[in-house]
């Protein structure tokens, strides 16, 4: 089956420790988005690659970092340097910017 | 800056009634996208409106679309409680990647 799939479902971290979210995708898709969701809030983009080996900063990429050494991949870094980390987030992929389709989900808790 | 304002962000209403819920955008945009979101999961895509006047419908849920007064509308017919969830509209900005608004959460009762 072709889809997104993110790993894990949900984590938990201490405050100051680096954690990365996993991202891949089957559906051959170039471009790659990752945003953030608070409750009672609208999505808002980390950020996205359009392309192998490229990547942008979104509107809130501030403490997180990103890699996309290959097509079906595009983890997420959240780093000790984020304030507030505590959030759900959301991966989704696109093959022609019209589109996009969203993984499940990690809900990532820090204490 | 691109911004999303949907209204309203919460509505309770009966099933069998009618209801819409709007979405304003600030900057000129030919893309429009409708999501519905169920507690704790992910986004699943509604509609993808493209052009000005558009019009897509599938079972009790209507979206437009009006580029000229960056309005869109998501229509609810005949309300049932399956449609219970968060609605959220999102519009392309900068041709790469998605603005969102707060979302409209819906609830539908007896």
């Known amino acids: 089956d072709g889809g997104i799939t993110q790993s894990p479902k949900y984590l938990f971290r201490k405050e100051g420790q680096n954690v990365t979210l996993s991202c891949e995708q089957n559906?051959?898709?170039?471009?790659m988005y990752w945003y953030r969701q608070d409750p009672g809030q609208g999505l808002r983009l980390i950020y996205y690659?359009?392309?192998?080996?490229?990547?942008q900063k979104g509107d809130i990429a501030e403490g997180y970092s990103v890699s996309r050494e290959k097509k079906e991949s595009f983890p997420l870094t959240v780093t000790s340097a984020q304030k507030n980390p505590t959030a759900f987030y959301l991966c989704a992929s696109s093959l022609d910017l019209i589109e996009q389709y969203f993984g499940p989900g990690t809900r990532l808790t820090v204490t | 800056e691109l911004k999303v304002e949907q209204n309203p962000l919460f509505l309770s209403m009966q099933e069998g009634k009618n209801y819409t819920i709007y979405c304003n955008y600030s900057?000129?945009?030919?893309?429009l996208y409708w999501y519905r979101q169920d507690p704790g999961k992910s986004l699943e895509s509604l509609f993808v409106l493209l052009s000005n006047g558009a019009v897509k419908q599938e079972g009790r849920l209507m979206a437009s679309l009006d580029t000229k007064a960056r309005l869109s509308t998501l229509h609810i017919t005949a309300a049932v409680h399956d449609l219970s969830a968060t609605y959220f509209c999102a519009v392309f900005d900068s041709g790469y990647a998605l603005n969102f608004g707060k979302g409209t959460s819906l609830l539908v009762t007896p």
């Open positions: 690659s359009q392309i192998v080996n490229d990547f």
């Open positions: 900057t000129t945009s030919d893309r």
């Open positions: 559906l051959n898709h170039d471009a």
